[in-house]
């Protein structure tokens, strides 16, 4: 482009110059970033690089028609006699206040067009066609349609220099977006443009700058019916794979946008390899990238270990000065893939009590709700409780209803009985103020106030508030989806029941029944004196030994950790009397032979029962003293 530089080389105006044309009214601003030269560049600002004095004299301070001075007012046309275009007088920076007169309105003419054109076709293609997409950004810039006479000159060009095939990927993509902006992606040119990508994804010569640009141009017109596309996105992601490991910290987080906005769930191959690539680049993202790739990750549903260890290894410094918009994409990211982390969520929490008062409400639920989500009380919780009844106080009415909901449940899910609050959110005014916010109330919702009812009421006897009305009540926390329970695995369900009959000498036990709104996975009933009950008796039922059957689903990821919601769950039954067995999958598969299975389940069954018939012999010694006594 050196060479273009003698055709069109580049000057900025000494101060903003307004984008005003009269009748020709600014659309949109398209960037163009390129290594080389370039004939004519256009800005997100109002600033516009015109002629050099190294400039062919090709444009003209025009002598007729309108001009403007560098303050936006327009002023008067002058004529010069003779000919129509006076003496190209090359543009130097005014010494004083004094407006520089610009006619940019010549750029557009016929005549002109055509000989920037006649003069491009002396250049590279490459080198052509990004003086042709800087023509057309022109063009966007300053609104000129489709069908205008320049626009459709330019468009023949881009046609007949397409047809060689011969072109660089960077020059193809910025093509591609200004003629997207001109034309929609119906545009013929378009198709020859992506054509012309198409063939060199296929022939494997992009590099990874080149890699991030065709995503991008994708994601202008996603189309994913699209044959091209198809056939466009599935050469690229083989080649980005192969590209990976050369890959910088922006290009991750950009093309992992794409693949988000392109839909591309199905390339999970190429998403764990970027998940992978993010986190030996981890150091070098800035914030909005993290935000970026996290985001991504969580619509993609990826998750990825390594990419953790180095959010552990690089985050926590970087807490005391980051945005707190990425500390909530941080805990929304473990939250999603339940990634309970001791070192991120210490860092949350002792941040939370230096900074909590400059974040925002959202900002605070965000990081309450994943520390209770995921079962995780750090070892400043005293003071984090304390700051975070300290913001109830002062900003109770700039929470939204729902954000506040989400607070205090993820309080109870750490065993913290935010009480005095509890009162407000059990007020007529403030689920008023629930159901005011559009449709009724959902049963996310109503299950959180009634999981919120029931803590008052089993485990803070001494509440004496306000209650949660009973129509407002959930009857099954299942039915609300697995936002209160995790359902029980089928497969652990099938390792189970074989050598459970054994050792009860039957099928002394009942699934998936409802006790207190929850789903029981394994129950057994027990008699007065402590017997295991057949089904037919299961009416005299006076004790029940419920069995929690734990797969992994129920853990936090990679930990022993069961996350918040199954803790409250049993807490509350164990209130309701029910007695808990816990049969998590990291024992039970651990054993090789039924017999062995059949012990395990004895030694953790029968102690149980035992315990329930030491205390009914106690109580019926109890009885008969009393009995003895009144004789």
């Known amino acids: 482009m050196k060479s273009l530089m003698c055709l069109l080389a580049s000057v900025r105006a000494a101060s903003p110059f307004p984008l005003n044309c009269g009748s020709v009214r600014k659309r949109t601003s398209v960037e163009f970033g390129s290594n080389t030269a370039r004939c004519l560049q256009i800005t997100r600002g109002t600033d516009l690089k015109l002629m050099s004095e190294a400039a ?3 444009l003209r301070k025009r002598d007729t028609g309108p001009s403007w001075d560098r303050t936006g007012r327009r002023t008067a046309p002058q004529k010069a006699p003779g000919a129509a275009l006076s003496p190209y007088i090359p543009y130097t920076k ?26 491009l076709q002396a250049f590279p293609r490459s080198d052509r066609a990004e003086g042709l997409a800087s023509l057309l950004g022109a063009c966007v810039e300053f609104g000129l349609e489709a069908h205008n006479p320049p626009v459709l000159t330019l468009m023949n060009e881009c046609l007949e220099l397409l047809s060689n095939r011969d072109i660089g990927v960077a020059q193809l993509c910025r093509l591609g977006e200004v003629v997207c902006a001109l034309e929609g992606r119906r545009s013929r040119v378009l198709t020859e443009v992506l054509d012309c990508v198409c063939a060199a994804v296929e022939e494997d010569v992009v590099s990874p700058s080149e890699a991030v640009m065709v995503y991008s141009l994708l994601t202008r017109f996603c189309e994913p019916a699209s044959q091209q596309q198809t056939r466009i996105l599935s050469a690229l992601h083989t080649d980005t794979r192969r590209l990976v490991h050369r890959l910088k910290a922006g290009q991750v987080s950009d093309i992992l946008q794409s693949l988000l906005k392109l839909q591309q769930t199905q390339a999970v191959s190429l998403v764990l390899r970027l998940s992978h690539r993010a986190s030996r680049v981890f150091k070098a993202f800035r914030d909005d990238e993290i935000m970026k790739v996290l985001t991504a990750l969580m619509t993609l ?26 500390i909530g994409a941080i805990v929304e990211y473990c939250v999603q893939m339940r990634c309970r982390s001791e070192p991120l969520f210490e860092a949350v929490a002792e941040n939370f009590v230096r900074h909590a008062e400059n ?19 750090p070892q400043c919780s005293s003071q984090m409780f304390k700051k975070l009844e300290s913001i109830l106080s002062e900003r109770f009415s700039q ?38 916010q559009g449709e009724p109330l959902d049963k996310n919702t109503l299950g959180q106030l009634t999981q919120l009812h029931l ?53 002394f036990y009942s699934t998936r029944m409802i006790h207190g709104g929850y789903t029981i996975d394994v129950e057994i009933c027990l008699d ?79 102690p149980a029962v035992s315990k329930f018939n030491n205390q009914a012999a106690n109580q019926l010694n109890q009885k008969s003293t009393v009995r003895q006594t009144s004789l």
Not at 359 to 377: D, E, P
Not at 404 to 431: G, Q, W
Not at 460 to 481: D, E, I, M, N, Q
């Open 528 to 606: 007065e004196s402590g017997f295991v009950l057949p089904p037919s008796q299961w009416d005299h039922t006076y004790k029940r030994v419920v069995l929690c059957l734990d797969d992994p689903n129920r853990f936090c990821t990679n930990t022993r950790h069961l996350l918040g919601k199954e803790v409250t769950k049993r807490r509350h039954l164990q209130r309701m009397g029910v007695e808990l067995v816990e049969i998590p999958y990291f024992e039970f598969e651990k054993l090789q032979t039924e017999e062995e299975q059949i012990q395990y389940l004895h030694d953790k069954i029968f």
């Open 455 to 507: 803590s008052t009421m089993l485990e803070c006897t001494y509440y004496w508030g306000p209650r949660l009305p009973f129509f407002l009540h959930v009857k099954r926390f299942s039915s609300a989806g697995q936002a209160f329970e995790t359902p029980m695995e089928r497969l652990l369900y099938k390792q189970v029941k074989g050598p459970l009959a054994q050792l009860l000498g039957g099928t």
């Open 359 to 377: 974040h925002t409400t959202l900002q605070i639920a965000k990081q309450i709700v994943a520390m209770g989500r995921l079962n995780y009380l």
């Open 301 to 326: 549903e990826q998750h990825d270990g390594e990419l953790v260890a180095a959010m552990e290894k690089h985050l926590p410094g970087r807490l005391e000065k980051c945005d707190p918009e990425l």
């Open 56 to 58: 062919v004299p090709l």
């Open 94 to 119: 005014p010494q004083s206040k004094a407006a520089a007169l610009f006619d940019i309105q010549s750029l557009f003419e016929e005549d002109v067009i055509a000989e920037l054109c006649s003069r």
């Open 399 to 436: 929470f939204q209803p729902r954000s506040l909901v989400d607070v205090m449940h993820a309080c109870i899910h750490l065993e913290r009985f935010p009480l005095n609050y509890m009162t407000k959110v059990f007020s007529p005014h403030f689920l008023q103020k629930l159901q005011a």
